[in-house]
């Protein structure tokens, strides 16, 4: 059965407005205030928690940050796991995209590098969970995208089949991740980055939810 993974920060939502502002609650607990803007560096954010801590850090004037990171990264998830919904958005038309996959037979699974427990959060809270025949979040296997792992066990997990799977993205990283599977991929280019994806070399590029089956139809 066909399957479409989907990445889910930058892909199905954007998130960046949430995560933005649990990089600035651990910035404000170290006495720096608001280090990160939430619409210059949405990009930034779309790369996660650890991309975020790495640019405040960088403004600080620490261009080897990896320890304080890792010392930040526990405080950001918890204030981001307190605050998971209060900006973030739906992609225009993608629950109705879905549902029409759905419609079509066709197994829909999320492979994310959100650690799995805030990305079924999310997509709970988002009510648009139950859709999907499976998740897979950064921490539910040892290795995370660009390993092809992760993806290989949301098709599987789901029921499709690996032979006829795409992987709908937003960045190098899903890119790399399905070029490592030997799948397709599918890059939005409705992203607040200033790069532009077709550069990454997709099979295909999405403008815009509508327009999903037919990019699907003709890639897989
Ligand atoms: O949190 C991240 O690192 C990015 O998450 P994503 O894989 O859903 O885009
Ligand atoms: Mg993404």
Redesign the pocket.
């Known amino acids: 059965m066909r399957c479409v993974v989907f ?5 199905l939502a954007d998130t960046s407005g949430d995560l933005i502002a649990a990089a600035n609650f651990c910035f404000r607990d170290l006495g720096h205030g608001d280090l990160l803007d939430p619409t210059l560096d949405a990009a930034t954010a ?4 650890r991309a975020m801590l790495r640019l405040g850090f960088e403004r600080l004037g620490l261009d080897d940050a990896e320890e304080q990171i890792d010392a930040q990264y526990p405080t950001l998830i918890d204030a981001y796991g307190d605050n998971i919904d209060t900006h973030t958005v739906l992609y225009p038309g993608v629950r109705e995209a879905v549902d029409r996959l759905k419609a079509l037979d066709m197994k829909v699974a999320i492979c ?3 650690p799995e427990g805030l990305a079924e959060t999310l997509m709970a809270r988002l009510e648009f969970r139950d859709v999907f025949d499976a998740l897979i979040g ?1 921490d539910t296997l040892p290795v995370r ?1 660009p390993d092809p792992a992760p993806l290989f066990e949301a098709i599987d997990r789901s029921g499709g089949a690996r032979t006829s799977a795409v992987l709908i993205g ?2 190098a ?1 899903d890119r790399n991740t399905a070029r490592a599977a030997g799948i397709p991929s599918v890059l939005v280019t409705f992203g607040p980055g200033e790069e532009d994806v077709s550069d990454l070399e997709p099979e295909a590029l999405l403008h815009h939810y509508d327009e999903l089956d037919s990019v699907i139809e003709a890639v897989i």
């Open positions: 990445d889910l920060d930058g892909t779309l790369r996660g928690a994310t590098n959100k950064a995208k937003d960045t990283t």
